[in-house]
């Protein structure tokens, strides 16, 4: 079992709908979790960073970690074609190095 | 400064010969990072730099891959004797000394082995 899982898609939405992007993960060490935006032929990007188990809100995007259940969720609003990207977990234990996810593709179509 | 830069952005190569990668990270970036993504698969991390010291390896940096940050600023990615395993899109990344909330990426160099 890979250490962090993730639905590879692809993912295809029309514009204006809601986007639910989950990740699992086995290693009770991690600490931090973030979400990365790739587009195609660029470094990810960072999206949304959280600590704790719960919810955190940022524009149309909402990142959600449950630690109990060892999942982590973003939810994007009012999708739009720029949303178009590959979607990636990443998490950390404390003082170490960051674990990815494959990544979603998603696609947002008008 | 715009960000983490990495150059060249596209290298193809041949079976055998030695490629080397730059990555110039932010200025006031201590930490060095390079990973290593293929297609379908999130990035994997290779190795790092907390200033000109190479702190840690990933069992994925095989003998064939060396990387260097001389003066604790750009730092170089060398493969030798590439295999054609080794076509991913390398990338590199940076941080401040403490906290992940600024590990910024560059656009990374994509190698092609044929």
């Known amino acids: 079992q890979k250490e962090v899982e993730q639905d590879p898609g692809p993912l295809s939405v029309p514009e204006g709908a809601i986007v639910s992007l989950n990740c699992t993960y086995s290693?009770?060490?991690?600490?931090?979790f973030m979400w990365y935006r790739q587009y195609s032929r660029k470094g990810p990007e960072l999206l949304m960073y959280?600590?704790?188990?719960g919810n955190k809100e940022d524009g149309r995007f909402t990142a959600q970690v449950d630690k109990s259940s060892k999942y982590i969720s973003l939810f994007i609003r009012d999708s739009q074609p720029s949303d178009s990207a590959t979607y990636l977990c990443?998490?950390?234990?404390?003082?170490?190095?960051?674990?990815f996810g494959p990544g979603t593709r998603l696609s947002v179509l008008p | 400064d715009t960000g983490v830069s990495q150059n060249p952005r596209h290298k193809i190569t041949k079976r055998g010969q030695n490629v080397t990668f730059r990555c110039d990270p932010i200025?006031?970036?201590?930490?060095l990072y390079w990973y290593r993504q293929t297609l379908g698969q999130g990035p994997e991390f290779l190795t790092y730099?907390?200033?000109?010291?190479?702190?840690?390896k990933s069992r994925l940096l095989s003998d064939r891959f060396s990387a260097e940050r001389p003066k604790g600023s750009f730092s170089t990615l060398e493969i030798q004797r590439t295999e054609q395993g080794d076509s991913a899109m390398y990338l590199c990344?940076?941080?401040?000394?403490?906290?992940?909330?600024?590990?910024?990426f560059g656009s990374g160099t994509r190698l092609t082995v044929v």
């Open positions: 959280t600590y704790s188990s």
């Open positions: 290693n009770s060490a991690f600490q931090y």
């Open positions: 990443a998490m950390i234990p404390y003082g170490q190095n960051f674990v």
């Open positions: 990344a940076s941080s401040p000394a403490r906290g992940t909330r600024g590990y910024t």
């Open positions: 200025s006031e970036h201590n930490r």
């Open positions: 730099f907390q200033n000109e010291a190479q702190l840690e």
